[in-house]
C-alpha cells in the first residue's frame, strides 16, 4: 500500500497546501480520501492521476474536504471516463446531488453509483476499511485502510519516505479532536496521520493542539509505529519545531509533519 498526502492544509489557504486530499494506492485499486480545493491537482501530479482513482471516500461535508469534487467528476468527464464510485457519511450522495443541481450540465454526464457509510467495516477500491465516528463540529469519520487480503499492496513512482513496515494499517483520523478511542482505533497501524490544525498558543475547540494530541498520545493503549500531523492551520507557519517539542513533553514516539506529495509505502 502506498500512500500521498495530495493536501496537508485546511480552510484557510497557506500558499504551500493544498487543501485535504489523500491518495491510497494498492494492487487491487486507488482510492482517493476527500478532495478540498487542490487536491485535484495534487493527484494530477501522482502517477495516477484524475483518471486513475477507482472511488472517493469522504470524512465529512465540510468545504475544504470536499470543493474540489465536481472540477474531479468534469474532469474525468472530459478524459472520457463515464462511472464513478462516491462514498462517504450519511447525506454524501444528497450533497452531490444537489452540487449537480447547481451546476446541471453535469447532471447524467457519468454514471455515478453512491456509497454511504457508518462506523464498522467496509471494502472499498481494493481496500479493507474501517470507519469511527471522531470528534468534530460536522459528523466526520476515521478510516483504517488495509489492503484487501485478496490483491496484496503496489507502489507507482516516486520515492516513499519509508516505514517500519511491521504494520500494515494507515489510519486517517479526519477533521477532529483528539480522544483516546481514536488512537486506540489506530492501535498496530504503521502510520496514523492526524489533525493538528494549531499550535498550543490558539484556543481552538473540533482540532487539536499539540499539547492535547501528546497527552491522549500518551494516554492510550496503543502502538502505532508513526504519527504525522496534517490538516495545518497558517497559524502553525514556523511553529513546527515547538508543536513536536511540546508533543515529545508528553509522548515519546515518532511524530512529524506531513507535507504536500509526501509517499510513504507500508508494506
Not at 116 to 143: I, K, N, R, T
Not at 201 to 218: I, K, Q, R, W
Amino acid at each position: 500500500m502506498r500512500v500521498t498526502f495530495l493536501g496537508t492544509g485546511s480552510a484557510m489557504p497557506t500558499g504551500e497546501r493544498f487543501q485535504t486530499g489523500l491518495l491510497l494506492e494498492s494492487a487491487g485499486g486507488n482510492l482517493l480520501v476527500d478532495c478540498g480545493s487542490g487536491a485535484l491537482h495534487g493527484l494530477q501530479r501522482t502517477g495516477v492521476g484524475y483518471d486513475g482513482i477507482d472511488a472517493v471516500l469522504l470524512t465529512h461535508h465540510h468545504l475544504d474536504h470536499v470543493s474540489d469534487l465536481l472540477p474531479l467528476l468534469k474532469a474525468r468527464w472530459l478524459a472520457g471516463e463515464t462511472d464513478f464510485t462516491i462514498a462517504g457519511p450519511e447525506g454524501t450522495e444528497e450533497l452531490v446531488t444537489d452540487l449537480l443541481e447547481v451546476h446541471d450540465y453535469m447532471r447524467d454526464r457519468m454514471d455515478l453509483r453512491f456509497r454511504e457509510v457508518e462506523p464498522g467495516s467496509f471494502s472499498l477500491a481494493g481496500f479493507d476499511v474501517s470507519a469511527m465516528e471522531v470528534h468534530h463540529s460536522m459528523y466526520c469519520l476515521a478510516y483504517r485502510f488495509e489492503a484487501s487480503a485478496a490483491t496484496g499492496s503496489a507502489g507507482s513512482s516516486g520515492a516513499p519516505d519509508s516505514t517500519d513496515g511491521d504494520r500494515p494499517a494507515f489510519v486517517f483520523s479526519g477533521d477532529t479532536e483528539a480522544f483516546t478511542d481514536l488512537i486506540e482505533f489506530a492501535d498496530g497501524a504503521a502510520v496514523l496521520a492526524h489533525d493538528c490544525s494549531f499550535p498550543d498558543s490558539v484556543d481552538v475547540d473540533n482540532h487539536p493542539t499539540p499539547n492535547e494530541l501528546g497527552g491522549v498520545l500518551a494516554d492510550a493503549d496503543a502502538d502505532v509505529g508513526r504519527v504525522y500531523l496534517t490538516h495545518l492551520y497558517p497559524h502553525t507557519d514556523g511553529e513546527h519545531e515547538a508543536m513536536l517539542d511540546s508533543i515529545a513533553e508528553r509522548y515519546d514516539g515518532d511524530v512529524r509533519f506531513a507535507s504536500d506529495g509526501l509517499s510513504l509505502d507500508i508494506e
